[in-house]
């Protein structure tokens, strides 16, 4: 029953290598995003699509790239990886409507190692 | 464009003793305001929010915050801690009338518990 979930939880990988992750969100929302957190702790979003249309793009390499299926998955690919994409990507979900849309939940994190 | 402090990187408190984080934040109008935890190799947890109305504002665990507009404040407060408090907290804003519906997150404060 968990409400929002990622896939995999760790993710270790060569430089140069592609890999995806994996977000599915149960609670109905029609809106997901993908946040980095850095080795300092820093979030910072990177990523926004409501109802299967991308809304925001941060600066990140094109390198990144989301894909939504449908409005409960929001899947992050990443290309050609770089020792620099080391973090945790965290997905997050809310609903779109008054204030309380502003209310995220957040999956438990992805953390990925680039060796 | 918002923005959010949190003065204190890192602070150490003894069990039982109370507690107070600070965070600020930059914005034109009244923002949308969240606490948030995180502990060691987890995701994040929300710990209260504040969208309007009553400034004191009651969260989970314990936890409570104020919203004092005229110092751009909201401060995480518990009136006594416990070593399972131990974690990093998020202060995080979200700003209406911006085009973006991400929250912008302050670094983090780390929090220690002694016995």
């Known amino acids: 029953d968990t409400a929002v979930s990622q896939t995999p939880k760790y993710l270790v990988t060569q430089m140069g290598n592609d890999k995806s992750i994996k977000c599915e969100q149960n609670?109905?929302?029609?809106?997901m995003y993908w946040y980095k957190q850095d080795s300092k702790k820093f979030l910072k979003i990177m990523f926004s699509y409501n109802n299967k249309e991308l809304i925001i793009n941060e600066t990140v390499p094109n390198r990144f790239s989301p894909k939504s299926p449908d409005k409960a998955h929001l899947n992050l690919h990443i290309n050609s990886l770089e020792l620099g994409d080391s973090a945790v990507y965290f997905c997050?979900?809310?609903?779109?409507?008054?204030?309380?849309?502003?209310?995220?939940?957040f999956g438990p994190g992805t953390r990925l190692t680039v060796l | 464009a918002q923005s959010v402090t949190q003065p204190d990187i890192h602070i150490t408190v003894s069990e039982g003793a109370s507690l107070e984080l600070r965070c600020n934040y930059s914005?034109?109008?009244?923002?949308?305001l969240f606490w948030y935890v995180q502990s060691p190799g987890q995701g994040l947890q929300l710990l209260l929010k504040?969208?309007?109305?009553?400034?004191l504002v009651q969260g989970i665990k314990g936890f409570e915050a104020e919203f004092k507009r005229s110092q751009s404040s909201f401060n995480l407060r518990k009136p006594s801690v416990h070593w399972s408090d131990a974690a990093e907290y998020f202060c995080?804003?979200?700003?209406?009338?911006?085009?973006?519906?991400?929250?912008?997150f302050g670094s983090g404060t780390r929090l220690q518990v002694q016995p």
């Open positions: 504040y969208f309007s109305g009553d400034t």
């Open positions: 914005y034109g109008a009244t923002p949308y």
């Open positions: 609670l109905g929302h029609d809106t």
């Open positions: 997050a979900s809310s609903q779109e409507g008054s204030g309380r849309s502003w209310e995220q939940f």
């Open positions: 995080a804003v979200g700003a209406e009338g911006t085009g973006r519906r991400a929250l912008t």
